[in-house]
């Protein structure tokens, strides 16, 4: 039988909301423990043989070290910048890419067939000057998120941008948004903060996530042409888990998006199908 996943966000957990959402992703921190470990990955659930055997080999493959980033001034020149192709007013920078680095790194034929853009937010307050404040990046793809045959706009507006998040100094999960195809204009320049959150010209986005604990990193692929989602999670047992710098357990799941669902209370859970889980293992 296979399972459903409901994944719910914490709101009281380091969240970047309104003010904080500049400084989370202005501020990226490196340096712990995890993010320089080898990894191998245990499939614990497979409910479709041929896509838990398939990507078993892809994570096997390209994702032993999957937090060992660039994030050096010197690497990032000497590879050219290696982010995608850039949305008006975006720039190519390597503070833009350190934030967004989890979302591009490591890579595979899978993660390659979703075709990212690099757009700008402007912050609150920013006026018309924008050039004077940090170039505070969203990514953008047009992709059949949920393979219902039409293309939607996935925008991700928050990243996941440290391995471990301190006191709120860093983004602890990724925030993103899911658009009709043409309801969202991304060709005019940068685009105000709150946009991907509350919409363009009357048309509100069919889905928001902000900062889902429960799935820290989310990334698109596509295989045999299908679009699953890869989701990072995490599970902390105290405070001696982020001393150590290596959560308890983490795993990498592959989903099928199905949509949100928003509770009384505010919360918004990710619906998704759970085609593979797999348990990542440090070895070194």
Not at 82 to 101: C, E, H, Y
Not at 108 to 124: L, M, T
Not at 160 to 167: E, K, R, T, V
Not at 218 to 229: A, K, N, Q, S
């Amino acid at each position: 039988m296979k399972n459903k996943l409901s994944i719910t966000p914490n709101f009281h957990s380091g969240t970047c909301l309104l003010g904080f959402l500049i400084l989370c992703l202005t501020y990226p921190i490196q340096g712990t423990t995890g993010e320089f470990d080898t990894y191998r990955y245990k499939l614990e659930q497979n409910n479709n043989d041929k896509v838990c055997s398939h990507m078993a080999g892809v994570f096997s493959k390209y994702f032993k070290k999957p937090f060992n980033t660039i994030n050096d001034e010197a690497e990032y020149v000497k590879d050219g910048g290696i982010q995608p192709p850039l949305l008006p007013g975006a720039k190519n920078d390597l503070r833009s890419f350190v934030t967004m680095s989890f979302s591009f790194q490591p890579t595979s034929p899978e993660f390659d067939a979703i075709k990212w853009r690099v757009g700008k937010q402007i912050q609150p307050g920013s006026g018309q000057n924008h050039d004077v404040y940090p170039n505070i990046p969203f990514i953008a793809a047009d992709i059949d998120i949920n393979n219902d045959g039409q293309i939607k706009t996935f925008i991700k507006h928050g990243f996941m941008s440290c391995y471990l998040g301190y006191g709120g100094a860093c983004n602890s999960g990724d925030s993103w948004s899911i658009f009709r195809k043409g309801d969202i204009d991304l060709m005019q320049g940068p685009i105000e903060w709150d946009v991907p959150i509350q919409g363009q010209n009357g048309h509100p986005p069919l889905a928001v996530i902000l900062e889902n604990l429960a799935c820290n990193i989310v990334r698109p692929f596509i295989y045999d042409g299908v679009t699953y989602l890869s989701c990072y999670n995490r599970k902390l047992n105290s405070v001696r888990d982020y001393r150590k710098g290596t959560p308890h357990r983490e795993y990498t799941d592959v989903l099928k998006y199905q949509g949100i669902e928003k509770l009384p209370d505010g919360r918004t859970l990710l619906k998704a199908e759970t085609v593979c889980r797999f348990r990542m293992i440090v070895t070194k």
